[in-house]
């Protein structure tokens, strides 16, 4: 018999913000990947005495870096009893997909993310601080950019396994970049999110390099990293008016999105940095200082989408796209 390696991953329940963990399976060639179990009490889903969880698997991608026929295959977890674990956000995630899946939203999502090298961030001297922001965003040269070789990796681990990611780029900070997956529904985006973040940590490793989601990962002078949510339904595909009417919904509920967008979001929706205060809502054409933007194309056309630029880089996907859908959807 022919056999392939499952590498299972799942979202843990680590506090404030939940990391992926993952292990290997190995399974008959001719076989699906199989529902299979994990120790919760080592992974704060479970205590000691009843430390079993199960792991369903949802969605799963050829392995970039096993190769075929190995495959990358997300779970969702669940108690032994067939109900879901509590911090199962996608099962909430995709009720509410379901709920509006009328609107045909669509989302796309840019993931910020800073390497770290020890425990200073890529290419940063030992004692001080690079030359101030300005010459690194979309920049070339060692001088300007630190860690392309690990991002093109990434860039291709990703594109092998089939995952839609759009772009990358050098961000404001130095070893700060991003890339961007979608546009997609909200299930398909966030599932492919979370394997792009493990490929992102994985591909890392052999370079002794950790790639972080920190929302303000220094202090001080340096932008932080972010998730903004690019999202449109159809109507707001076809016409303008849906895309300002998405915006102002989203003043409604300001509050509940901060809570939700990721731990530590008061220290990098500061105000500067191309953000808008964390105390403020405000949206506008063009605004990199606007909680919401409506592109500049998207104002020309006339139709498009709008993004919002409150998510942390550390958010859950599962977790910002549903609360979208609800306050936008549920107020049209
Ligand atoms: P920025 O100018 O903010 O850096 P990016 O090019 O990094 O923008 O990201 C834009 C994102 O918007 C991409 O992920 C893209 O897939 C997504 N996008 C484009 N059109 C739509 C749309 N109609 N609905 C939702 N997302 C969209
Ligand atoms: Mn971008
Ligand atoms: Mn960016
Ligand atoms: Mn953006």
């Known amino acids: 018999m022919r056999f392939y390696k499952a590498e299972y991953i ?3 329940g680590s506090s404030p913000t939940s990391k992926l963990r993952s292990k290997t399976k190995i399974i008959p060639e001719n076989q699906d990947p199989p529902e299979w179990g994990f120790d919760g009490s080592s992974t704060m889903q479970a205590v000691g005495s009843n430390s079993d969880c199960v792991l369903k698997p949802v969605f799963n991608v050829m392995d970039p870096i096993r190769g075929k026929p190995n495959r990358l295959v997300l779970c969702q977890v669940y108690l032994p009893d067939g109900s879901p674990h509590s911090t199962n956000t996608r099962i909430l995630c995709e009720e509410t997909a379901n709920k509006f899946a009328g609107y045909e939203t669509i989302f796309g999502i840019e993931q910020e ?5 020890n425990s200073r961030p890529l290419g940063w001297p030992s004692n001080g601080f690079p030359a101030p922001q300005g010459g690194y965003y979309c920049g070339v040269g060692s001088d300007e950019v630190f860690g392309r070789s690990i991002v093109e990796e990434h860039l291709d681990n990703c594109l092998k396994s089939g995952l839609m990611i759009s772009g ?3 961000e404001v900070m130095p070893a700060q970049w991003e890339f961007q997956v979608g546009p997609l529904s909200a299930l398909e985006v966030s599932d492919q999110l979370w394997i792009a973040r493990w490929l992102l940590y994985r591909t890392s490793e052999p370079y002794n390099v950790s790639a972080t989601l920190f929302p303000k990962p220094v202090n001080g002078d340096w932008n932080g990293a972010g998730a903004h949510t690019n999202f449109s339904t159809r109507a707001m595909r076809e016409e303008y008016q849906p895309c300002v009417d998405a915006a102002e919904a989203l003043s409604k509920t300001h509050s509940l999105h901060i809570k939700n967008y990721g731990f530590g979001i008061e220290e990098r929706l500061t105000g500067s940095h191309e953000t808008c205060s964390y105390k403020e809502y405000r949206y506008g054409v063009s605004d990199r200082g606007a909680s919401v933007r409506i592109p500049w194309q998207v104002a020309r056309d006339g139709k498009g989408y709008i993004e919002d630029r409150r998510p942390n880089a ?4 599962y977790i910002v796209t549903r609360l979208i859908l609800d306050t936008v959807c549920g107020a049209l």
């Open 113 to 117: 993310y800073t390497f770290f090298s």
């Open 314 to 317: 550390n958010m859950d996907p």
């Open 168 to 170: 990358i780029n050098a």
């Open 10 to 12: 799942w979202i843990d």
